[in-house]
Nanobody
Framework: QVQLVESGGGLVQPGGSLKLSCSVSTFALDYYAIGWFRQAPGKERESLSCITGSPATTWVADSVKGRFAISRSNARKTVSLQINNLKPDDTAVYHC??????????????WGQGTQVTVQS
């Protein structure tokens, strides 16, 4: 059974950092890559980053490369997204999701309820 629960969002000033966490069921960790995407009002869904199983390989969208980093802990059953140098355009609901493989063209299969990130002065 696939279960994904995001946490760690909040209100942050521009230039700040956040670490989002995705609690992942064992089944999902064993069989899927885990990705992050965001959805802002009036904007298209944007794929951000993804990580596969062991050995872990990662993918990060060019639009956020250098500011976003993904990691996973099999022991804690979590996939984290570190976001640095936050900008107002980063304001969105962030979701973690299962994918068959990493990359922007691979569809999201299941996702959690999301965590809100708001960047403003």
């Amino acid at each position: 059974q696939v279960q994904l629960v995001e946490s760690g969002g909040g209100l942050v000033q521009p230039g700040g950092s956040l670490k989002l966490s995705c609690s992942v069921s064992t089944f999902a960790l064993d069989y899927y890559a885990i990705g992050w995407f965001r959805q802002a009002p009036g904007k298209e869904r944007e794929s951000l980053s993804c990580i596969t199983g062991s050995p872990a390989t990662t993918w990060v969208a060019d639009s956020v490369k250098g500011r976003f980093a993904i990691s996973r802990s099999n022991a804690r059953k979590t996939v984290s997204l570190q976001i640095n140098n936050l900008k107002p355009d980063d304001t969105a609901v962030y979701h973690c999701a299962t994918q068959n493989a990493c990359g922007a063209h691979f569809p999201f299969l299941s996702w959690g309820q999301g965590t809100q990130v708001t960047v403003q002065s």
